[in-house]
Every structure is written in structure tokens, then in C-alpha cells.
């Protein structure tokens, strides 16, 4: 199902006071957010719960969460982890999972850390780690998205080979 862009503002404003609440209530505790890069208006299909399903097994295995949310929504899956340790030591985890996972590339693992009345990520530099990639060329993938480089049709096609989805049976 397609979702519009108020739909999609609407759900990143609701995932921030989410987590915004959580840090507020797990003070100490690190949370970890999960979202699916998924380019487009579909942020649920197949594609995207097989990457979520496979992040929250990740996450799982990497920590123990003190306290887990998941969220199957029509703007795109959400799981929220509250795990037991530094700040910069589980974004470094969190950064490896995203490296190392064959669905690593499609997943977006943010540690939030208050600030003020918000939250913000902390960014893959505070832990000496590069930007992240372009799905289609590798060159920086903010560049590519800034410039619009690549189609969404090309992207999916990536993403579906990441998957291992053949639309060619």
C-alpha cells in the first residue's frame, strides 16, 4: 500500500516522541531504533518485513534488550531496543550489524541520545566509522540521494538482489 507524504511526516514525528518517551524512561539505558531503508511510497511489503524480521534477530543476538517495542505499520516497520551499556560501545555494535549483516546495508540502526527536549542519533563518525554507502555505486549515500542519482526502480532492483528476490523466475 502506498503511503502519502503526510503519512510519512506524520510517522516520523510520532517515532521521535516515541522516542523521546523511551529515553525519558529508561534513563542510563541505551535505546536503539530500527527502521528498513526502503526507497519510495511502499514502506511495507515483503522486502521490508524480511529485513525487519532479520534486524530484530540481529539486535537479539548482539544484545538483551531490557525492554523491546516492535511496530508492523503501513509507514514502515519500528523496533525499539532498550539494552544495557555505553552509549558509543552499542552504537559501535549497532554500526557492525550494519556492515557485517547480509541486510546490514538495508537496515538503519539509530543509538539516540537526549538532547535537551529531543533525541538525536549519534553519528557512525563518533565511533570512527564512514559514512554510509550508496545501495547502487557506492559513493556516499547522502550524496546520492541529495543529487538523486539513481531511480527508484534501480534502487529496488538492488535491494533485490540484497534479498536474493528474483523478479526473472
Request: glycine residues 8%; proline residues 7%; contains cysteine.
Amino acid at each position: 500500500m502506498e503511503i502519502t507524504l503526510a503519512q510519512l511526516l506524520e510517522s516520523r514525528d510520532a517515532r521521535q516522541l516515541r522516542q523521546i518517551q523511551l529515553t525519558r524512561r529508561f534513563p542510563g539505558r541505551q535505546l536503539i531504533c530500527l527502521t528498513v531503508v526502503l526507497p519510495g511510497p511502499v514502506k511495507r511489503d515483503a522486502r521490508s518485513l524480511k529485513v525487519a524480521h532479520a534486524g530484530v534477530e540481529a539486535v537479539r543476538h548482539a544484545f538483551t534488550p531490557v525492554y523491546e517495542e516492535l511496530h508492523d505499520l503501513e509507514t514502515g516497520y519500528e523496533g525499539y531496543f532498550i539494552v544495557e551499556g555505553d552509549l558509543l560501545d552499542v552504537k559501535k555494535v549497532c554500526c557492525g550489524i550494519e556492515n557485517d549483516h547480509p541486510f546490514g546495508r538495508l537496515m538503519d540502526l539509530d543509538v539516540l541520545e537526549p538532547s535537551g527536549d529531543s533525541v538525536a542519533p549519534v553519528s557512525r563518525d563518533r565511533v570512527g566509522e564512514p559514512p554510509r554507502r550508496c545501495l547502487v555505486c557506492d559513493r556516499p549515500a547522502r550524496a546520492c540521494m541529495r543529487a538523486r542519482l539513481h531511480s527508484i526502480g534501480e534502487i529496488v532492483q538492488t535491494i533485490d538482489k540484497i534479498i536474493g528476490i528474483d523478479e526473472n523466475p
